[in-house]
């Protein structure tokens, strides 16, 4: 598996990690809001709905305190959610910028693999040539590469001058060439 297979595998994962947020945090905004109603007292809100019928003075004051306790908790229940959702972004952010740093040492590494595999791939194209010149004119070829002049591989291999030019030609680097040209 590859440096791409993988890396892929990294972005699918944290893209269905964020969707699973987003529908636990929808979730969570939705369920909270439902049983926020649903956790009051149903003594607190008889109270409140009794309290104009009975005109005693003290249950009107104790109907304020308990308005004034059910719309506090109201608040306190969405500080809460909105503390938890503010904690929960601040985890997918650490956990987005962690995943980005993967991601780049990954690209990183994959760099790496890269010039290694043009390396060995311009090695393996220099063995394929060599193994493509005669056996005859292969020790030559060796001495072209040792950086031999064509008379000492002539005189060394017993073949002529020109033969030992033609190989130093065919052995050289193509920018070998280009700088003894100038």
């Known amino acids: 598996m590859g440096a791409r297979e993988i890396l ?12 699973f947020q987003l529908i636990r945090a929808m979730g969570v905004k939705d369920g909270d809001a439902t049983p926020a109603a649903a956790d009051a007292p149903p003594d607190d809100d008889h109270a409140v709905g ?31 959610e909105s503390f938890s959702l503010a904690l929960e972004v601040r985890q997918l952010r650490r956990d987005a910028a962690q995943l980005r740093g993967e991601i780049d040492q990954l690209r990183a590494e994959q760099l790496v693999m890269r010039q290694s595999l043009s390396e060995q ?3 393996l194209d220099a063995a394929r040539a060599a193994q493509r010149v005669s056996p005859m004119y292969g020790e030559a070829l060796s001495l072209v590469r040792r950086g031999m002049s064509a008379e000492d591989i002539a005189e ?27």
């Open 8 to 19: 892929l595998i990294v972005v699918a994962i944290l893209a269905v990690y964020l969707v």
């Open 50 to 80: 009794a309290a104009p019928a009975g005109a005693d003075a003290d249950s009107g004051a104790d109907t304020d305190d308990v308005v004034v306790a059910v719309s506090a908790q109201a608040p306190a229940d969405d500080a809460a």
């Open 121 to 123: 791939s311009a090695q």
């Open 156 to 182: 060394r291999c017993g073949i002529s001058v020109a033969e030992a030019e033609l190989v130093k030609s065919l052995g050289q680097d193509p920018a070998a060439n280009g700088e003894d040209t100038r």
